[in-house]
């Protein structure tokens, strides 16, 4: 398969309003989580905290990775702005995040390639802010009489959530509409789709984009991922799983660590067929060579991720890549924070670069961030895509008592813990990125990059 080149790119992450602010972040070592406040989850948050793991409607974790100090100016979209401001985040940061990749790949204001240009979201199929206030006079209507009845009181009413606006009904399709009010925005062509692969994502639409780019059936596409779930809902859903901390220690790769933190962002790039690209020009930020996706189906439990599913993932892309494992200078690891998920992480990785006598260099961008669950792998692709054109690795921080595989194939040293110069900095350096998602969707990205 031809390889993919990566010309533009755009991100919305806790504390970044772009690529740029999320390096200068990560090379300051900057942890971007908060505890979560009203402003965030729209009622005081202490209402339902109580750090007792296992209490029915109640979270026992606070922190979190959110957008904030963004400011959407709806007048910048080819769409009606009253429109626009009634709609949720959601679709508000997949148009901020759309335009600045166009804009970054130098394509903007270039309809004859925009026409011929798709779009596919990864999107998380969780209620947002709007989506819930959409069902929440069905709600009422539904369990204020029945509440009534037991209380034996006629006068009983649920309190009201003040709402600044009327949303839109539309916010009742936030698994596809995304991508279409993208297109619809830009102009661009009729390929454009949603898809929900949990936490692999944003590598399962960059791999459905470059299909549509094998094919020839576009010319160039926008991909990526974006978590905006509504944050109570996410807390509480994340507490019944047991999915935080319950010493309230997240470290990715620490052996302390016993939980992730949930985040909310997006990512995009534009990409297009590697000859295309160098025969127009174009800035090629990096080219994506192997995608490999896998599913292990059901497993013990929600959070139990499976070695053979990861190692198919593995397997696949380098395969596709016709690459050595040996050549990975750097690789990203899925590392949530959770001690299972991280020991197994390891697992896989001991089992199949052990294999290839191979050992790279390790790190996890979750301990600055959190985990952005559908659209953590854009936050892994653009730490990669700037530490291989700037040739320094920035530090995995908070890891004090590092996790280790059996074998030591993959040792503590490994685990870029201080900002360290890229492994290679002559010839094609190569990153690898992994996404391991709920119920075992797996994925495993390989990115190239010629030295200047």
Known sequence: MEKIAIIGLSCLFPDANNPE?????????????????????????????????????????????????????????????????SLDNTFKWSLYAAKQAIKHSGYWGNQDVLSKCGVILGTLSFPTKLSTQLVTP????????????????????????????????????????????????????????????????????????????????????????????????LRMLFSGIQGYPENGISSPLDKSSR????????GMV?????????????????????????NDGKGKHLLSPNTKGQVTAFERAYKEAQLSPKAIDYMECHATGTLLGDTTEFNSIETF????????LIGSTKANVGHLLVA??????????????????????????????????????NIVRTP????????????????FGFGGTNSHLILEKTTD
């Open 259 to 266: 939980g992730l933190v949930t985040s909310e962002g997006i």
């Open 138 to 233: 069905i709600y009422r209507q539904t369990i204020e009489p029945a509440v009534a009845e037991l209380l034996q009181n006629q006068d009983f009413h649920l309190a009201a959530l003040p709402t600044a606006t009327k949303p839109s009904l539309h916010n009742a399709m936030i698994s596809g509409l995304p991508a279409a009010l993208v297109a619809q925005a830009f102009s661009l062509s009729g390929t454009h789709f949603c898809i929900d692969a949990a936490c692999s994502s944003a590598f399962y639409a960059i791999k459905l984009a470059s299909h549509y780019l094998w094919t020839g059936k576009a010319d160039v596409m926008l991909a990526g991922a974006i978590s905006c779930s509504d944050p109570l809902f």
């Open 21 to 85: 602010q999320f390096w200068q972040n990560l090379t300051e070592q900057k942890d971007s989580t908060s505890s979560v406040t009203v402003r965030e989850m729209g009622v005081d948050p202490t209402i339902f905290y109580d750090p007792v793991k296992g209490k029915p409607e109640k979270f026992y974790f606070l922190k979190g990775g959110f957008i904030q100090n963004f400011q959407f100016d709806a007048s910048e979209y080819n769409l009606p702005s009253e429109y626009v401001e």
């Open 353 to 360: 670069f052990g294999a290839h006598e191979a050992a790279p």
């Open 420 to 435: 360290t110069a890229w492994p290679n900095n002559t010839g094609i350096k190569h990153a690898a990125l992994s996404a």
């Open 270 to 294: 534009m990409l297009k067929r590697y000859s295309d690209a160098v025969r127009d020009g174009d800035k090629i930020l990096a080219t994506v060579c192997g995608n490999g996706l896998s």
């Open 376 to 413: 953590a792998g854009m936050v892994s692709l653009t730490k990669a895509i700037y530490s291989m054109n700037y040739g320094v690795i920035p530090p995995t921080i908070n890891v004090n008592d590092p996790i280790a595989t059996d074998n030591n194939v993959i040792s503590p040293q």
